[in-house]
């Protein structure tokens, strides 16, 4: 079946540092794939996304590159600010379906 | 409203009760799922549905949990005789149309607690 997992939180960094966290998949198709995070008090936001190999989908300062030869969509961004405090959830959407699957996300927690 | 409105926000229920939670999606979307939130975990899939036909239903968890679309836009989610493991956050995504490349856009989900 499909799964996606993430590096475990939470990950505490100082403003303006970079920010790498860790996706992987397993998919029995082509998937697209998708970043979407949840800022405190609100619903789930679509970050950004791309739908197939070498595809890099980028917002917000925020960028991941479908790597389908480590089947992997790790999520960067160069200089975090304390706004970007939040918790990021990985996801895909296997080919044919329409229901995503989503890793068990990742909270950031990011210090003036 | 410009977004996916669910309700009631919050639900605390005695365990055996049934309960019911509504989705709004945005309007004209024709796509609406359900997912169910575990605390400290993702979202996982519970049911989709296109337009009022119910496409796919192979992540509901139980013959306990029931969800309807009967005229394509409003959905009510249903779980009868509520077990302590049915306390989660319930959310509702719509999308306007098919395939990846249609961003499914969330509500604020519905928190339930079963006593």
């Known amino acids: 079946g499909n799964s996606v997992t993430q590096m475990e939180g939470p990950v505490t960094l100082s403003e303006e540092a970079f920010l790498t966290i860790n996706c992987t998949y397993t998919?029995?198709?082509?998937?697209?794939l998708f970043w979407y995070v949840q800022y405190p008090g609100e619903g789930l936001q679509l970050l950004l996304k791309?739908?197939?190999?070498?595809d890099k989908g980028s917002n917000k300062g925020f960028e991941a590159t479908y790597r389908k030869e480590t089947t992997s969509f790790h999520l960067e961004k160069g200089s975090v600010q304390v706004s970007d405090s939040a918790v990021y959830f990985c996801?895909?959407?296997?080919?044919?379906?329409?229901?995503?699957?989503f890793g068990s996300g990742t909270r950031l927690q990011v210090q003036p | 409203g410009a977004g996916v409105s669910q309700s009631p926000r919050y639900k605390v229920a005695k365990r055996g009760q049934d309960v019911a939670l509504r989705c709004d999606p945005i309007?004209?979307?024709?796509?609406l799922f359900w997912y169910q939130q575990a605390l400290g975990q993702g979202p996982e899939f519970l049911t989709y549905?296109?337009?009022?036909?119910?496409?796919?239903k192979s992540g509901l968890p139980s013959d306990r949990f029931f969800a309807e679309r009967p005229e394509g836009s409003v959905s009510t989610l249903k779980i009868q005789r509520t077990q302590q493991e049915d306390s989660a956050v319930y959310l509702c995504?719509?999308?306007?149309?098919?395939?990846?490349?249609?961003?499914?856009?969330f509500g604020d989900g519905t928190r339930l607690s079963i006593l």
């Open positions: 309007s004209g979307h024709v796509s």
């Open positions: 549905f296109q337009n009022e036909a119910q496409l796919d």
């Open positions: 998919a029995t198709g082509y998937p697209s």
């Open positions: 996801a895909l959407m296997d080919t044919g379906r329409r229901a995503l699957t």
């Open positions: 995504a719509s999308s306007l149309g098919q395939g990846a490349k249609q961003p499914q856009h």
């Open positions: 791309a739908t197939k190999a070498d």
